[in-house]
């Protein structure tokens, strides 16, 4: 590179390695790629955030006030906050310049209410703004220092990385196990499992490398569905398509937690499990990632017994039935637990901001507190929560487990059916309430109770405890996860690593 690029925060960027990080537009997505981000640049990376527009005014909305990222170029870079820390604790300012694309639709536009416009969006307009811009970026820079890491779910990533002459990181967010059964559709196609044209068969499948069993109920929602013309099943069948042409697969999960499925797909291609990816120390990050303002419930849950609360979420993406909820609602109240409910505003739909029933919040008061948002890490580390009644989104899971807290499942689609399996059946580390569609109030009653006060709640703390044990040790130093972040580092480095990495 003949001329040295200086950053927008005016760090000479070198010939270090440059990693332009690209995270799917959705929460459970952007909050690992951010920290995945910092990781890089903590290793001597150039790192390029490109994030869309929406996400990045949802995000500086929601931390800062509507009026604030309302104003022109409010809210300003997501990472501020982290320069700020770290130029107060006189840490090395860490290179990460922060770039914003369109997806296409009006900030205001109803991406939850209006899902498969929003997708429509994904598939064939945001890749046109990104690869728009990644010219740019990557031509200022060098393509022989520059990789994409691209969350697998994109459709365009590998086309795109071999158009600029660059290797493409695939980074998936969800365990290896879903990246395994997505990645061998072609064998689920072939034994009749799935998209064959007929009935799928009901019987154990067998034959996907590295999961000796799992039930046609285990798989994930898409890949239950008959019909798999969605836009969804459009973006999986060709994210999959690109991800067989990644260089680098990196995984949000631990090797000890998946082995079999892990070792299969090292005999496909360099696959680095790198979990859990969190915020620095299991705190409230100081990166702007919440995409609805955060409710303090520190003062209330301090004023509960050591693990009496039950903390209810559903992560940020699906959503659930008023009848679901409802009967949900019956059996927490029935139970008697105390609970802290995270009720997204659009959790049901946005057009039903209110989906609560009737009198819930009169019944429940003095024992229970509904927020539309929270710093879920904060809440799961808190000494009085007992029990995580979740949607089994993976980020949630992980989270979880680290807070050795034991959970209640509620699976609502895509891959929280499967990672339930994970949870309950190989892991025993939680329970499941029942099915969509079929959760009954008694059912959740007798769930909650087992596992707040009963001797299940016991055996399901003690499992949790192990796993969490397994996933400090990945981290510490010789641990697994940490040793396959560092050799991917090394194999980036040598790969597109210029002169000036560490
Ligand atoms: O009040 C809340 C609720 C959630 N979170 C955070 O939001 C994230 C939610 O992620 P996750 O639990 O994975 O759920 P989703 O938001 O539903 O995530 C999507 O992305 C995940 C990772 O790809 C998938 O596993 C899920 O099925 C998919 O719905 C977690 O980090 C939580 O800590 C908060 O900070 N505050």
Redo the contacts with the bound molecule.
Sequence with gaps: MGQEAVAANGVAAGNKPHAVVVPYP????V?PAVHLALRLAERGFAVTFVNTESVHHQTSRAMLGAGAADAPGGGGDIFAGVRARRAAASEPELDVRYELVSDGFPLGFDRSLNHDQFMEGILHVLPAHVEELLRRVVVAEDPATTCLVVDTFFVWPATLARKLGVPYVSFW??PAIIFSLYYHMDLLTKHGHFNCGKEPRKDTITYIPGVPSIEPTELMSYLQETDTTSVVHRIIFKAFDEAHRADYVLCNTVEELEPSTIAALRAEKPFYAVGPIFPAGFARSAVAT?MWA?SDCSRWLDAQPPRSVLYI?F????HVTRHELHEIAAGVLASGARFLW?LRPDVVSSDDPDPLPEGFKASAAGRGLVVP?????EVLSHAAVGGFLT?C????IL?SVWAGVPMLCFPLL???LT?RRLVAKEWRAGVSIGDRGAVDAGEVRTRIEGVMGGEEGVKLREQVGKLRATLEAAVAPGGSSRGNFDEFVDVLKRRCGGGGGQ
Aim: charged letters at 15%.
């Design positions: 959705l929460q459970g997505h909050i967010t969800e919440s955060e979420s992560g940020s993406y699906a995270v948002w929270c710093c879920q890490v949607h989104g993976w980020n949630s989270e895509t891959d929280q990672n």
